[in-house]
């Protein structure tokens, strides 16, 4: 039988007040997440965001973090400390270590645990996991799935649920990048003393010569869900809901980073988003409930990410509109024009079921994300962003 944590009913998501504050917003989840109702506490971001500022680390090594892991653990201690013990920030090289521990103390004391994604440059609160066994010491626990709060998009938060083998070639494809304290390690906080074991994930392909159509997709889509009934959980179980249908996939160019390596790593999944039939944006554009990542190769499920609120996915038409009018080119000038869907961790996104528009008009690239922002270059954010 499969082993669950789930935390998901005592912990609030709320999203990103401003674009750097996926630690204060992080924080704010975990003191209002406490498992004791009496012990939760509610701070305002720019309150949460300056306590941190406070407390991150002054090593001159450890500068351009928006929020660090000292920062993130010494604000909790002075404004909402756990009555369990002291919160100790766990920083490895070793992922099986950290994932372990993370399964461990959620499990043992139900606290919510932050940690640090994309290379060490986003923070994220993991609610739930599904192993193949509870994590006991001596045991070496097979983890299945993962859920977390993402404070992503500005001022919505998602629930994304993810298979075990994505977080590892995703959100924790390498260690912090940033060099200084943390720099080649994993990093989350636990609640000590550290437990001696690991636990273990079985990485699977992800990459393939032809992509599936999508008709092909939308049908595989609903077997899958069919079959792993991920919305038998909140707030996946809108799916089921009376007029959800599913809206055109989008199929996404993805790529990553791995560790501090400069190499790309392209690949490819669709989006499928779902959402209540008749539910429109003003642009008329419709509204994104929820939405599923499924592999465009294999057709295996990826994750899942249900948004606080509804969101419009930006039309390739729009796009390629904003990204023509920023170069103030005439009809007659433009030559060639190529609009990719495209997701890499930056300043733009940290969500896969988010990501921003390639627009190539006469081999001049530019980026537009789902609020039609512009941008010239893909930059990254400040590490703890």
């Not at 999944?269 to 779902?274: H, Q």
């Not at 944006?281 to 419709?286: E, I, L, Y």
């Not at 939405?291 to 996915?313: K, M, Q």
Request: aromatic fraction near 10%; charge should be negative; glycine fraction near 6%.
């Amino acid at each position: 039988m499969p082993f669950s944590a789930d935390l998901r009913k005592n912990v609030p998501l709320y999203g990103i007040e401003e674009h750097t504050w996926s630690g204060a917003a992080s924080a704010q989840m975990v003191m209002m997440g406490y498992p004791d109702p009496a012990h939760r506490l509610y701070y305002h971001q720019p309150d949460i965001w300056n306590v941190i500022q406070a407390h991150n680390s002054t090593d001159a090594a450890d500068a351009g973090w928006a929020t660090d892991p000292y920062g993130l653990r010494d604000c909790l201690m002075a404004l909402n400390a756990p009555t369990t013990s002291t919160l100790e920030v766990f920083s490895v090289p070793n992922r099986d270590d950290v994932t372990f521990q993370i399964m461990y103390w959620m499990n043992k004391n139900r606290y919510p645990v932050p940690a640090l994604t994309n290379g060490g440059e986003h923070w994220v609160v993991i609610i739930d996991f599904e192993s193949d066994m509870e994590p006991d010491e001596g045991s070496m626990p097979s983890l299945q799935s993962i859920t977390y709060y993402d404070p992503e998009p500005h001022n919505i938060g998602t629930t994304t649920m993810k298979a075990a083998s994505d977080w590892y070639q995703e959100e924790w494809a390498g260690p912090v990048k940033r060099s200084g304290t943390w720099f080649g390690n994993y990093v989350a906080f636990i609640e000590p003393p550290v437990v001696r074991a690991k636990a273990k994930v079985i990485e699977l392909p992800r990459t393939g010569e032809k992509t599936i159509s999508p008709q092909d997709m939308v049908q595989g889509t609903r077997r899958l869900m069919e079959e792993l009934r991920f919305w038998d959980k909140p707030p996946f179980a809108i799916l089921r809901r009376k007029g959800i249908v599913n809206h055109p996939p989008i199929l996404v160019r993805e790529e990553l980073k791995s560790g501090s390596e400069e190499k790309a790593r392209p690949g490819y999944y669709y989006i499928v988003p779902f959402g209540f039939e008749k539910e429109i944006s003003p642009r008329g554009v419709p509204l994104a409930r929820v939405s599923v990542v499924v592999n465009a190769f294999t057709g295996r499920f990826e994750e899942v990410g249900a948004f606080r609120r509804p969101v419009s996915y930006l039309p390739e038409r729009e796009a390629v509109a904003i990204a023509t009018r920023a170069l103030h080119l005439e009809k007659d000038e433009i030559k060639a024009t190529n609009a990719v869907a495209m997701y890499q961790p930056s300043e733009m996104t940290h969500l896969r079921t988010y990501p921003f528009w390639r627009v190539t008009i006469n081999d001049r690239a530019l980026y537009v994300d789902q609020l039609g922002r512009l941008s010239n270059t893909i930059n990254p954010g400040p590490s703890g962003s």
